[in-house]
């Protein structure tokens, strides 16, 4: 991979991480210095929770891709290390696609609530999308790990 393109990749995944890094802080500081209205405290705090959770794996997941890119550029692409990476990242999607799942019924709560169905698919979003990226990076891990071992029985048969 060239060097521009891998730098360029390297500071869309640091770009990334700070917004969210930062809506985050923003978030539970506004939390603290403004809490919810006490009867809808037990909806509403599990939600803002959950995707305060989800943060975690989010840039764990960024983390790894960007240890996949220092791997690509260190000439190192195919081997065990780029294949664990792709794993890590795996976890971390379907860790973010769990915690939406469990957050889904206070969504349908407060869509009751509001009376607006269209929430319940804005919840729905976060889990598919995390979804396709989990098993996005399944694909690659598995295709990453046949190529591997091809290459491995070609450097034997030479």
Do not use: C, H, W
């Not at 991979?1 to 890094?21: D, N, Q, T």
């Not at 609530?113 to 929430?119: F, L, N, S, V, Y």
């Amino acid at each position: 991979m060239e060097r521009g393109s891998s730098l360029f990749l390297k500071a869309a995944v640091i770009l990334m991480a700070l917004p969210v890094l930062a809506g985050a802080g923003f978030a539970i500081y506004f939390l603290l210095r403004n809490p919810f209205n006490p009867e809808y405290a037990m909806i509403l705090y599990p939600i803002v929770i959950g995707v305060l959770l989800t943060v975690i794996p989010f840039i764990f997941a960024l983390y790894q891709s960007f240890k996949l890119l220092n791997y690509i550029d260190g000439k190192k692409a195919f081997s065990d290390l780029s294949v664990k990476a792709l794993k890590k990242i795996k976890f971390a999607a379907f860790s973010i696609s769990l915690i939406y799942a469990i957050i889904l019924p206070f969504i349908y709560i407060v869509a009751e609530i509001d009376d607006a169905p269209g929430i319940i698919l804005m919840g729905m979003v976060p889990i598919f999308a995390a979804l396709v990226v989990g098993v996005f990076a399944a694909v690659l891990q598995k295709l990453l790990n046949e190529a591997i071992n091809i290459k491995s029985e070609k450097d034997l048969t030479v």
